[in-house]
Structure formats: C-alpha cells, structure tokens
C-alpha cells in the first residue's frame, strides 16, 4: 500500500546512561542503581530482568515522565541525544501494557492528532501525519472511528500511531502484547516490525516473552539490582543466561515446561451441566444459542475460541452469575447440596461454598485491606470455625509464595502476585467447582507453572476446573477436554 | 485510505449543513446561559411564557427529530410539573385562601408562583436539551480552549476524564458480579452499595493516575504553545444564535416589565 505521504525526516536517537540511578519518593529502595548503558542510534534493544529489576522505571526515564524531584531522587546521568529527556518531550515515544488506559480521546484520528498538538506542530501538519501513522501501524479505519469500539491489539496499535505520529527517534515499549490474545500480539508485532524498517527508529522493547521480540532485536540486555548484568546478540545471551531469566519468571524460548500431561480417565461424576442453554449479557443481546456442556468432578475443561465468541460469558453463566437467557444450567444434586437446582438462583453464600469464580482482572474481585483479611472473606461467610480458617489461609499463603505479604494491601501487589491471590480466595471456601477466566493472562513464566500445577493438583482431588483460555500452552498442559466457541459474525466482533 | 482523505474538515462541512448540529458549542452554551441569566432574575409566568413561546417557534428550525425531542426532554417535562405542584402546596401565601391542610396552603400567591416556576424551567431547560443533544464532548472542548481560551489541562483533562466513565460502568457490572461470587452480596442493600461504590472510586483512582501518565507520554503539559488540530469556528452561524437568545431574553424582560408582571428576585 503506498502510504500517503513520505516517510518524516526522523533522526533515530542515541541513549546513554553512566551510573543511572532512581529512587521513588517514600521508598527505601533504589528502583534503578548503577546502571551503564549506551544505545546507538538504531539500535533495537530487548530489555529483559527479574520482576523489580527496575525495567519499566528506566523506561520511564527515557520518556521523561517520570516527573521532577517530589516524584523521586536521581544519581548519574541519563541522556537522549545528549540531553536529560525530562527537559525536552517528543524525542521519545513510550507505549505502556494497558490498551484501554492509553485511549485518551473518543475518535481514532484525533486520538493520534493528540501529541502533536501537545508538541505544537502546526495543523496543517498534523492530518498527514495522522494518516500516515495510521498506516504505518495497519489501522485501517475512518478517521472519526470511535475509539471505544477498538479490539485490544487495535488500541495498542492505536497508541503506537500517536507516538509515531510525534515522530520520536527513539521508540519505548513497556510490555505492549502482554494483555492481548494471540492475534492481537502477532497485530502489534507486524506493525512494530514495519514501523522500524520505515523509520529507522532507535528501539526498546521490555517483555516477557522473549519469543515475540527475538528476531526483530539486535541486543538482549538484562537488568539486574545494581545495573547490567548481561547485555549481547539475542541468541548469546539467551543461551548464557538462560536458567537465570527462566528463574526470573523470563519466557526464554525452549525453557521446559516442567508439566507432564494429566491422565484423562480421572473424570468422576457430572456436577454442572446445560441443556439447550442461551447465553448473553442481558436477554437482549444473546450472544449464543444451543450451547449443552457439562463439567465433571476431577476433571479440567478449558473453553476456548476467538474474541467475542462469548467465552467468558459462558463460564459466567455456568458460574451462576449471569441468568440463562433461555434453556437450562443444571448443579446435580451433589453440587447442590439441598439448594436449587439452578446455581443463578443460589444466594451468594451457597454460591461461594459450591462454585468459585477467578475473574479476568483480578482487582476487581479484592474486598479488603490485607492479603490475609481478603483470604478470610470466604470462610467467614461458610461460618467456618477460627481455628479452621486460620489453617487454611496460612497453607494457601505458604502454597502461593504471599505469606511474606499477609499484611500487604492486595491493589500494592504485582500483577503475577494478583493472580495468585485471586486462586487463593477462591480456593478459601473449597469450592467444588472451580471457574477461571484467563487464569494466565499477562503472567510471567513463573506464575504460569505455579497456576497449572495447583489447577491439576485440584482436579486430582475431584474439583471440577473449568478455564476460559487463549493460551494454547496452558490448554495443552492441562486440559482433558477442550470446548471450542466458534467466531461468530455479528456486530463488529470487535468487543471481546 | 482514500475514504479519509477528505479528513476532518469535509466531514465538519458537512455536519455544518444540518440545522444545530454543526454550530459551535461555545455558542449554543452562551445562548442558553444568556436566556437562564434573564429568565432567573425574575420569578413571573409572563416573561417565561413569552421566552417560551418564543423558543417553541425555534424548535421547529433546530432539526431535531420530534421522536428524539420528546425523549430526550422527558425528564423536564416532569420535573416541571412536579416543582409547580410543590410550589403550589407550599409557596409563599398571599391573597385569597382556596385550601390549607398543615403545612399546605394554596393561595393566590402560590398558584400564580406555581405556574411562573412550571413556566421557568420548561423555557430554561427545553432550549438547553435541544442545544444540548448535538453537542459533541471533543468539539465542545475544542471550542472552549480555542474559542473561550480556556486553560488546555483542564479543558483536556476533563475530556479524557469523561471517557472513562463509560469504563466505569464496565467496572461496576463487573464489580458486582464478583461480589456475588464473593459470597458478600446477600447482606443489606445499603451496605452492599456504599461497599462497592468505595470499590469504583479505588479502581477510577488507579484508571486515571494510568491516563495522566499516558497523557504525559504524548507531550501533554509540554512547555511552549499547543496547537489545536480541529479548528473551532466562531462565525455568523455562531453570533446568530446568540443574538437569537438574547433577543428571547429581551423580548421576555420587555413585555413581562410592560404589563407590570416582572419582579425583580434580587430587589
């Protein structure tokens, strides 16, 4: 496709850090000391490193967003293009992970339009360079598209055209594929990787899965506490460093995963099943018909299908969260333990004794102050004794590595530390069927293995798992059956 | 992406063609401050029946569909009558007597003061939804900071701000199915809103401390001047309305003081 107009006269930047150090206000710990690293111009960097290592703050750095001396302390210096990136704006774009957090306005084109405002550029310059960073990045949609009706991997790519649109020498990425599907994360590389080769444009990448970015980068650099610990051509590092960065939660191509599969004759009796079972946010926008499955004791059903086929609104409505539109979800009488046969007409509390829902975004689901008050919640409501729940909750803390941070608030956590917390208040009430909407959503490798080992470790003792899934990975590792949503064509399909 | 070459301007050009719609917001807020500032500072049924005589002639060139008017202007034409009722009931007493249970009295005085309040807020309130309906947030803000030059971090920010609120709605739904499965939502109504409503304003916290950064990562709050990539035109279209309220407002003040009618709430 021939782009508009010509490619922006843009002068790739060039980084250099010399005993780069910075300290959050308030904090005891430095986030980034010591650090030395020269980036020449064009360079593309995969910056890898324990969680805390200080990647994202460094990134920041370069950005300079990171705000003035009530923000944080500095040490050393930190140049781009040989002055303090905090002075001058515009030489550096920065795309954080969080797509829905980085639309600012509610049209396509002048969300783009929005930083060369900002940096002054004249109007009659911005509209081409709107339409050119557009598609440069592939969005291929009229101006006055509404934002809000973007998929996950189009609002990244959306975010990328408005710092591209500030034609930047040096381009930052903060985990930019790790909240998007499988199609979404391979959207944003392409565009990525088409943007580099037009712009020439020095580059920075921070992500967990080392797979997306390997070919696309000259030099892996990891981070450690106190600055560079390895820094060299992908394949090198990656080969010396590996069982370091696989320690560090790091997705290093070829690491074993370490989870043999489950025999899949464990399968005890059904506990939840459909019959003829419509499906929909509200009776009025159904977004499937006809839909009979069934859950057993013991055994790992994983859901899956592309964005919008109604996954996660299925497993709500097995969950007894959303009402059937039309047919049936049945508990079988050992499920429901003297209760309605209808879970969506339980009451909260014999809902949480007998099906346990892990959400998507974990924070939504957190009630209290403490880690430890927040695994209480459950046991509390099932009446369970003092002693009992006590029990409980320090085996749970011990099993998902938070017993260190029993008096943390859950909102302070990582997001790997979120996740388990989630699983952890569930699994609290012991109930006896277990429902998790992309359990491994954005998780480090870690956090991965820990998930998939607890979840068999559960269906060997005859919890019923069901898990919605894009991660094909995790459904290989674990499940016995699969329960694949096909497309459906309504709408835009954009909404997932 | 042909289909965009046009690009935003043939696109305004267009929604200019159709009646309110492509007026500049600057303008249809003065006009609607304009006729309120006149219509409040006296408390009479003749200046409001004028103005909104006046205005029902308007309505009928403002291009706005008649199902779309009578839906969006429901609340008003409840909330008229209901304020007239009240008024009625409890206004100030004057003149004759016609009923009085407690506190209730209906006299003279209320009832003329019920229809003048009744009157008001349909004259103030209708001009305003129908100005209203068309109006764009985006443009609307590009009118105050170009037009009114207004500070553009706070015009900016309240823009971004409001389109989170339609994540939280998102957040809210959300939240309240996981409280479900939570097994706290049985408890007291109250109790269990007051409790997720702390939950929201937690998790728009985190949403917009995330935005601000974002903002800033595009060069928000840049030093040196901002340009403006839509232009927000102030022309005749623009003065027209104003004149046309103001002459409303005029009109209304000059036949309510020449029958003897206006009463002057300040004096």
Known sequence: ?496 | MTAVAGGPAQAQAQARAVGMQGVNPVAKLIASLLLAAVLVLSIDWVSAAVALACESVLFVFAGVRPRTFVLRTAPIWLAAPAAGVTTLLYGQAAGQVYWSFGLIHVTDGSISLAVATALRILAIGLPAVVLFITVDPTDLADGLGQVLRLPARFVLGGLAGLRLVGLFLDDWRALELARRARGVADGSGLRRFAGQAFALLVLSLRRGSKLATAMEARGFGAPGERTWARPSVFGAREWALVCVGLLVALLATAVSVATGNWNFVLG
């Open chain 1, 1 to 496: 496709m021939p782009l508009p107009t010509p490619s922006p006269a843009l002068r790739p930047s060039a980084v250099d850090a010399r005993g780069w150090g910075w300290r959050y206000a308030g904090r005891h710990a430095w986030a980034v000391s010591d650090l030395d690293l020269h980036i020449t111009p064009g360079e593309r960097i995969l910056l890898l490193g324990a969680s805390g290592a200080g990647k994202s703050t460094f990134l920041q750095g370069l950005a300079g967003v990171q705000g003035g001396e009530e923000e944080g302390e500095e040490t050393g210096t930190l140049l781009v293009d040989g002055v303090d990136p905090g002075t001058t704006r515009g030489r550096a774009g920065l795309v954080l992970q969080d797509p829905d957090s980085q639309v600012i306005l509610a049209r396509v084109g002048d969300d783009v339009a929005f930083g060369c405002e900002n940096l002054g550029v004249p109007r009659d310059l911005i509209w081409p360079r709107v339409r050119h960073a557009l598609a440069m990045v592939g969005l291929d949609v009229p101006l006055a598209h509404p934002t809000a009706a973007l998929s996950g991997g189009q609002k990244q790519r959306l975010a990328l055209a408005g710092v591209l649109a500030m034609q930047p020498g040096l381009l930052l990425l903060d985990e930019p594929t790790a909240n998007l599907d499988p199609d979404g994360v391979r959207e944003v590389r392409a565009s990525v990787a088409r943007v580099l080769d037009e712009t020439g444009a020095t580059f920075v990448v921070i992500e967990h899965r080392v797979d997306v970015w390997k070919d696309l980068v000259d030099r892996v650099v990891v981070l450690g506490p106190a600055g560079v610990i390895a820094s060299g051509r992908p394949d090198v590092v990656l080969g010396e460093q590996r069982a370091f960065l696989a320690a560090e939660g790091i997705w290093v191509p070829g690491a074993p995963v370490t989870a043999p599969a489950r025999a899949t004759d464990a399968a005890g009796p059904v506990l939840v099943s459909t019959d003829r079972l419509t499906i929909g946010r509200s009776a009025a926008a159904p977004v499937r018909t006809d839909v009979d499955v069934a859950v057993a004791a013991g055994e790992v059903l994983a859901i899956t299908g592309p964005n919008g086929a109604g996954k996660s609104t299925l497993a709500l409505t097995l969950g007894g969260l959303l009402k059937p539109v039309a047919g049936r979800v049945q508990a079988a009488p050992a499920l429901a333990d003297g209760a309605h046969a209808a879970p969506s007409r339980w009451t909260s509390a014999q809902l949480v004794a007998r099906i346990g829902t892990v959400f998507q975004d974990p924070e939504h689901q957190f009630l209290t102050g403490t880690v430890r008050d927040e695994l209480a919640v459950g046991p509390r409501v099932l009446g369970v004794p003092p002693a009992e729940a006590t029990r409980r909750i320090d085996a749970l803390l011990e099993r998902l590595r938070l017993d260190r941070l029993a008096a943390a608030n859950p909102f302070t956590l990582s997001g790997g530390e979120k996740r388990r917390l989630s699983v952890a208040t569930v699994l609290a009430s012991r109930p006896r069927v277990l429902l998790l909407d992309e359990p491994t959503f954005g998780q480090d490798f870690r956090t991965w293995q820990e998930i998939v080992a607890l979840l068999r470790e559960l269906a060997d003792d005859g919890t019923g798992v069901v898990a919605v899934s894009h991660d094909e990975a995790f459904v290989r590792a674990l499940s016995d059956r699969e329960y694949a949503l096909a497309g459906i064509t309504v709408a835009d399909g954009a909404q997932r």
